[in-house]
């Protein structure tokens, strides 16, 4: 038997302010963890595109503009929200199951060299069809000074 992925109303509970200080308390003071945490300033998206880049990595996620980073032939990103269990061969082993969204397939079979200008296709213009933006993203941009815009 498989959990059903969170309800919409239990995955818009925000996160408690103390959350990621204590988070990042526990990191600190691991001996597992520790030499492998980083702070980095900002916006986290980048850094983490580029690790999973480098390391060839699933980046486990609520965030779905991680799709749109250049994150290399074979690194993907996987959601939270779509997680489930199911019972495993030993009577406490749980199997956890989700999507893994590997982009540079995806742009592959859509005939893109990445999804980025797809994504801002379908930003530009919300109303605008699946089909329509990806025939866009395969046409010269109309607009350069709004798509630089975009991707900074």
Known sequence: MTSPPLSASLRTIPAPPFLVPAVLDALARSN??????????GEADPYCALAARNLDATILTS???LLVYDIGPKASVMFFNQISTSP???VLDTVLQANVFVTAAIAKRLQLPNLHRLAYEIKADPTVSFAEALRRAKSPVKDDALFRAFGE
Not at 32 to 41: F, G, L, S
Request: glycine fraction near 6%; proline fraction near 6%; charged fraction near 20%.
């Open 63 to 65: 965030d779905s503009d």
């Open 32 to 41: 597992q963890y520790a030499a492998i945490t980083t702070v980095v300033p």
């Open 88 to 90: 495993g061969e030993a």
